[in-house]
């Protein structure tokens, strides 16, 4: 099977996802600044939101140029993914609409883990259908970060209910470590 297909399509879930998050942004009723700080929750998620999934779209095409072939095990694992982040509008509007109550934080985490649990599966499966010296093998390790992700997130959904800001901080620290360009996949097909 080829994997171009499958690209095209996450990309345009991908695209639809981001347009569903903007589109929750609302006008405020009114033209002062002052109308716009009853916004900055909402806003605020949004940015979180939308640099997840620009970084889980950064990461599914890095992912992909070093994927020689796929599978219909691969076909229904990118689903898996795509049903995760396709969640993030709800979860982005829920936590932002409320003022990050306890209860929107915590399940805006359980759509975070369940998005890396999303891509980690997807990964296996990839791996399973390559050689284990294949560049996918090389450039994926040992994947700390994807590891260390998981784990914070984790942590962080209990801990919505004691220290929302403190579980909040936490899902920005991930987002920050994914920032960090990850040159593994570029390194490997470098050589």
Known sequence: MHKGRLEAFSDGVIAI???????ELKVPHGAGLAALSGLAPVFLSYVLSFIYVGIYWNNHHHLFQ???????????????LL???????FATAWAGENHFAPWTVAAYGGVLLMAGIGYRTLVRVLLAGHEADS????????????KLSLVIYAAAIPLAFWQTWLSLALYVLVAVIWLVPDRRIEKTLAS
């Open 17 to 23: 996802i981001i347009t569903i998050m903007v589109l």
């Open 66 to 80: 070093a994927v020689k072939h796929i599978n219909g095990a691969v076909l229904w694992a990118n689903l898996h």
């Open 83 to 89: 049903f995760w982040l396709s969640l993030f509008p």
């Open 135 to 146: 560049h996918l093998a090389r450039a994926m390790g040992a994947d700390f970060k994807g």
